[in-house]
């Protein structure tokens, strides 16, 4: 599960670095399906990645909006940050900790229950769907995209 994390926050600084030849303005412009725009769908990525594993350790999920990070330096700093607060978590994954059940009230009322590994691996799989948005999107403003290959990653 490490290797899968390492892969999305390696993605995901390339991304970063791809952006900086974007201007602000297509980098900010709304796009069909996802949560808005390229910045606004890195933050998105960060926020979850973020808040699940803050929600797993028994801490407080971030909550601030997107307006308060509209622009790549602020949410390039924010995701950093947040991968040095939840890399000690996954690196400290365990079999142990992957039937462990986090149960809370949904937005609509109902108890719900979640396994840490399923969780874990929707954090995962949510930031590869987003991946491919921005490879599309990025081929909209005529760009080649980030490649989302895993191998030659060194991670193996």
Known sequence: MLKLFAYNW????DWFAWCQDVPEE???RGRTGGVGGILHTL??????????????QGKPEFTEPFENYADLRRVTE????????????????????????????????EPVSFKHGEIMRHVIAHEIHHI????????????VPVTANLIRRGLF
């Open 26 to 28: 297509e980098l900010l």
């Open 78 to 109: 924010l995701s950093a940050r947040f991968r040095e607060e939840v890399r000690p978590f996954v690196m400290a994954w365990t079999g142990e900790m992957e039937d462990k059940v986090l149960s809370e009230i949904a937005p609509g009322g």
């Open 43 to 56: 933050f998105h990525v960060a926020d979850v990645e973020y808040s699940w594993l803050s929600v797993l």
């Open 132 to 143: 491919g948005q921005l490879s599309v999107w990025s081929r909209e403003i005529g760009k």
């Open 10 to 13: 390696q993605v995901r600084q």
